[in-house]
């Protein structure tokens, strides 16, 4: 079955970086399109960004410039760079098979905690 196991949150002190990772299995990876969602403490979940098989690379309007999404289809694992890390980047960050219109599968996540 589909499995999406994030890793590389942590807590990071403000202006710092995350990369984070998604290693995924049970579907072809490299054919299929990725995303990055994200929910913060007491708020709704937020699209971040997507890639298709092909690279091409979206991102919500608020997360360009500091976030970069990449894959690795050798490695079956899907990354986001995060830099320049805010406070209100604090969330749960969750990989996810598919788009943001239509998610077929979700990771269970992995926590960023920036400290001010």
């Known amino acids: 079955q589909v499995q999406l196991v994030e890793s590389g949150g942590g807590l990071v002190q403000t202006g710092g970086s995350l990369r984070l990772s998604c290693a995924a299995s049970g579907f072809t990876f490299s054919s299929s399109a990725m995303s990055w969602a994200r929910q913060a403490p007491g708020k709704g979940l937020e699209w971040v960004s997507g890639i298709h098989s092909d690279g091409i690379t979206y991102y919500a309007d608020s997360m360009k410039g500091r976030f970069t999404i990449s894959r690795d289809n050798a490695k079956n694992t899907l990354y986001l760079q995060i830099d320049s890390l805010k406070p209100e980047d604090t969330a749960y960050y969750y990989c996810?098979?598919?788009?943001?219109?239509?998610?077929?599968?979700w990771g269970q996540g992995t926590q960023v905690t920036v400290s001010s």
């Open positions: 996810v098979l598919g788009t943001w219109s239509i998610p077929e599968a």
